[in-house]
């Protein structure tokens, strides 16, 4: 076992030597599910959340899509892996990716073939699992355009791709969705769905839902406009597309919408809560998560934040940007809508993830979702009504005094409201939000969801910008920096239903790493230097960790291999938009670079070094 | 050779497809002294001619350095000016105050596509293949000199190591 980091420390403390290094064997596995069967009900008592099993059937052992399942929980039934003997863990197989941007995309396990698919320029490789390290059973080069690279607001990343009917589903950073047969490689369809001389690149992973493959776009920093499309799994043929800003029409806007709350209620109001025109620039775009519920059948997204950044150009709510859309994956027809920030002033986008989980709200059984937001609050949001049920800071913020349950609206600290020429100093989150793209995980053994996290504040100057379509139409300066405590990220366990953190272990470096929670009652997660770490779900007591060489901002995922084995999957690799100081070989001095991230990270060159390797965990076999 | 860049007439005309309020701006920012003195590049020497490699086979050598380039490099005036071209044409953006971003640091000192002020130029009206835009049908080319000046302005302060500069900054008081 490697020593622990310096900074790292835990509120809670309990820190347990992983000392017991008795070899696991079935009929201890079986008694440690067991023991966990009795226990964590017990103490969760009726009050912890389940996932609903249409979102999330059974366990087969694969990984098929980013987020695991519908419901989002990054949870893997698997338990062969736990906290007696994770300390054990070792390296099955390495595979290098051969490109040095950063790396988010999660690893994807069907039948015995591993898919990832690296940044730009989006190389896809199958791995043959059922062979020896795992080599390579084909590699596909879509080629993307070298100029889209110009257009990618924050690092060239790609968060993925997706499984489904014997076909593998990703996108390029110009535009294309492709659809390969996962046997051979071979291209069955590729459809363009935009244009990067208006700024437009697709960095999100798609989904499947329904036979249909669910796209959105990135740009928010360009001026872009933001959509969500559904091609169909068979022929790649643009089904629907429902665009954030804009009429009702074009936003797939009918009859049967029905927002919780008046604001989000009313005629075009993609247009009307805009100055003339602006709409058509305003961004919304859709580069993070969906979520499906087949017993409601609606899927579930927010969109991104509104251009530009300089808020004086836009009066008006900004409809739909950072916005939660409900909508019907068949015809894209929205149900209804929760703007989490009207006429966001700091860059808080909505594309964080959704978990899907049923639980007891004042002893009323609902359906809700768990949305951590940019905002720095963690939104449990009514599935069938839109309604919010809590909204809790899972952070330090003080940008939002806290948000009205009455309304839908945050109500914001004036003191911390951006306007042309004048520096606020210390908005806490910063433009980054709490928390950016990486995706939490949910546990139905403890109950718990599990965040990770900035603690960035930031000042913030805005200034007038001109849209040249191409170009970055943001008209900020912001300097991000690193929130109290002086750590700048956190790992919080967070009681949805209590509504407060019940641990939260506090990292130098921001977390720009996803996380996952396994039935061996463990949480992985990664962090910007290197470090893959695997935590007790219970207390947050550090059970391994394992240096990979690069920093980490991907995804981890657990697998039942040919063998019946569990494994461990993470992409290495620093980048992003916290990461592009290595990746892209920014310069530290200017705190302003990168959107103000190099403020905050002018450290990160003399902490890791890009590269990206794929490395594969499992246990040693007796 | 010839190239769009060169014909000062036709780079006015493109202008239109900036928004008003820009025209106006780089109307005004125009230093009638050097549009005088002919701000196109050099035929002989000048931004089409420029090597972005440094091998030269067979004993060849580096073409000479368009001489316009050093009317501007250094003078402050057209610093001035191509900082505010900078921010008007969304350089910032991508660059940011040098330190980059979507694009490329400009203050390291490193070049990708060379540091000269002729090659700064190129870089700039053709554009280069990993993102960076081509703004010759844009720009007149006396701007796009002043936005090199700017740019090669950026590089002058000494380099130092990353390690130097490792502070990431006073964390915030609750």
């Given at each position: 076992m490697?020593?622990?980091p310096a ?11 992983p ?10 596995r ?6 966990s ?27 098929t899509?980013?987020a695991k399942?519908?419901a989002?929980?990054?949870y893997?039934?698997l338990?062969e ?9 070792q390296?099955a197989?390495a ?9 988010e995309?999660a ?7 591993m ?5 730009y320029?989006n190389i896809?490789?199958?791995?043959d699992?059922?062979?020896p390290?795992?080599?390579?059973k084909?590699?596909?080069q ?5 100029a ?7 690092d ?6 997706s ?18 047969d996962a046997?051979?490689?071979k291209v ?12 437009e ?13 669910l ?25 629907w ?5 804009g009429?009702d029409?074009?936003v ?33 775009t ?10 409601l ?12 950044w300089?808020?004086?150009?836009r009066?008006?709510d900004?409809?739909?940007?950072t916005?939660?859309?409900?909508r ?11 703007q989490?920030n ?5 860059d ?30 963690l939104y ?7 309604e919010?049920?809590?909204a809790n ?5 003080n940008?939002?005094?806290?948000v ?13 409201l ?6 606020v ?8 939000g ?5 995706p ?5 053994l403890?109950?718990?969801m ?8 930031m ?13 970055p139409?943001?008209g ?8 109290p405590?002086?750590?700048?990220g956190?790992?919080?366990a967070?009681?949805?239903v ?6 939260t272990?506090?990292?130098?470096l ?9 039935a ?10 290197g470090?893959f ?6 207390t ?32 290495s ?7 592009a100081i290595?990746?892209?070989?920014l310069?530290?001095?200017d ?32 | ?8 007439e ?7 497809l ?7 701006f ?5 230093n ?11 035929a002989?020497?000048g ?6 490699t ?6 060849g ?5 368009d ?14 000016d ?9 350089c ?5 105050n ?13 070049w ?8 700064i130029?190129a870089?700039?009206a ?6 960076m ?16 000046a ?10 130092i ?8 900054g ?5």
């Amino acid at each position: 076992m490697m020593p622990f980091p310096a900074l790292q420390s835990l509120r809670r403390h309990r820190r347990q030597d992983p000392t017991d290094s008795i070899r696991s064997s079935r009929w201890r596995r079986v008694l440690l599910a067991a023991a966990s069967l009795l226990l964590y009900p017990a103490l969760a008592g009726a009050q912890t959340p389940t996932v609903p099993a249409s979102a999330a059937p059974f366990d087969d052992g694969q990984w098929t899509m980013p987020a695991k399942n519908y419901a989002a929980t990054r949870y893997s039934a698997l338990d062969e892996i736990n906290g007696a003997n994770v300390s054990n863990l070792q390296v099955a197989f390495a595979f290098s990716t051969g490109v040095d941007h950063g790396q988010e995309a999660a690893p994807i396990v069907a039948n015995n073939t591993m898919f990832i698919v690296t940044p730009y320029p989006n190389i896809v490789f199958a791995l043959d699992l059922t062979k020896p390290g795992a080599p390579i059973k084909w590699s596909y080069q879509p080629h993307p355009a070298a100029a889209a690279q110009g257009v990618a607001c924050c690092d060239v990343v790609n968060r993925g791709a997706s499984y489904s009917d014997g076909k593998i589903f990703f996108n390029t950073l110009d535009d294309n969705t492709i659809a390969l047969d996962a046997e051979t490689g071979k291209v069955l369809w590729k459809t363009n769905l935009g244009d990067i001389n208006t700024g437009e690149t697709i960095t999100m992973a798609p989904l499947v839902v329904k036979g249909k493959v669910l796209v959105g776009d990135s740009g928010g920093e360009l001026g872009v406009r933001g959509w969500l499309t559904a091609l169909d799994i068979a022929t790649g043929k643009i089904l629907w597309r429902a665009f954030a800003t804009g009429p009702d029409k074009d936003v797939l806007i009918g009859p049967g919408f029905r927002s919780f709350y008046p604001s989000d209620n009313g005629a075009d109001l993609g247009v009307t809560t805009w100055p003339t025109d602006a709409w058509q620039t305003g961004g919304g775009t859709m580069w993070g998560w969906i979520a499906y519920d087949p017993d409601l059948n609606l899927i579930y997204y927010g969109t991104g934040n509104p251009g530009p950044w300089n808020q004086e150009q836009r009066p008006g709510d900004n409809k739909w940007t950072t916005t939660l859309f409900a909508r019907d994956p068949d015809t894209g027809a929205a149900k209804w809508a929760l703007q989490y920030n009207p006429h966001d002033e700091h860059d808080y986008d909505g594309i964080n993830e959704q978990i899907l989980v049923d639980m007891n709200v004042d002893g009323k059984p609902r359906k809700v979702l768990l949305h951590p937001d940019r905002n720095g609050h963690l939104y449990v949001v009514d599935r069938e009504s839109g309604e919010i049920v809590s909204a809790n800071p899972y952070g330090y913020v003080n940008s939002v005094l806290r948000v009205d349950l009455n309304t839908g609206r945050p109500v914001m600290n004036p003191d911390k409201l951006t306007r042309v020429g004048v520096v606020v100093h210390d908005i806490c989150p910063t433009a980054s939000g709490l928390k950016d793209w990486n995706p939490s995980a949910f546990s139905p053994l403890t109950g718990l969801m599990y965040i990770p996290h900035e603690n960035l504040c930031m000042d913030w100057k805005s200034r007038s910008v001109s849209y040249i379509a191409g170009t970055p139409f943001v008209g900020a300066e912001v300097v991000s920096k690193p929130g109290p405590g002086g750590n700048r990220g956190e790992f919080t366990a967070w009681d949805p239903v209590a509504g407060k953190a019940v641990w939260t272990i506090k990292e130098d470096l921001p977390l720009w790493s996803g996380a996952m929670a396994t039935a061996g009652g463990l949480v992985f997660y990664g962090t910007m230097d290197g470090w893959f770490k695997a935590v007790d779900a219970k207390t947050g007591d550090l059970k391994w960790q394992f240096q990979t060489g690069s920093g980490i901002i991907g995804q981890p995922v657990a697998y039942r291999g040919p063998d019946g084995h569990e494994y461990i999957a993470i992409l290495s690799g620093v980048g992003g938009w916290a990461g592009a100081i290595v990746s892209g070989d920014l310069d530290p001095r200017d705190p302003t670079g990168a959107l103000g991230m190099i403020g905050v990270m002018a450290d990160l060159k003399t902490k890791t070094a890009p590269g990206g390797t794929l490395y594969v965990f499992t246990l040693p076999r007796s | 050779m010839s190239s769009p860049c060169r014909d000062p007439e036709r780079s006015v005309a493109e202008t239109h497809l900036l928004p008003i309020a820009v025209v106006t701006f780089l109307a005004l920012s125009a230093n009638d002294a050097m549009a005088q003195q002919g701000a196109a590049p050099d035929a002989d020497s000048g931004p089409d001619s420029v090597s972005v490699t440094g091998l030269f086979p067979n004993g060849g050598a580096p073409p000479a350095q368009d001489p316009v380039g050093a009317r501007f490099e250094e003078s402050k005036l057209a610093i001035a000016d191509g900082k505010q071209l900078f921010n008007q044409m969304n350089c910032t953006g991508c660059h940011f105050n040098g330190g980059g971003g979507m694009g490329p640091a400009l203050m390291s000192g490193h070049w990708r596509y060379g540091g000269q002020m002729d090659q700064i130029y190129a870089s700039i009206a053709q554009g280069r293949p990993n993102g960076m835009p081509s703004w010759q049908f844009v720009l007149q080319p006396q701007q796009i000199w002043e936005l090199a000046a700017y740019v090669k302005s950026l590089s002058m302060t000494a380099p130092i190591s990353a390690s130097e500069t490792a502070a990431p900054g006073a964390s915030v008081k609750p």
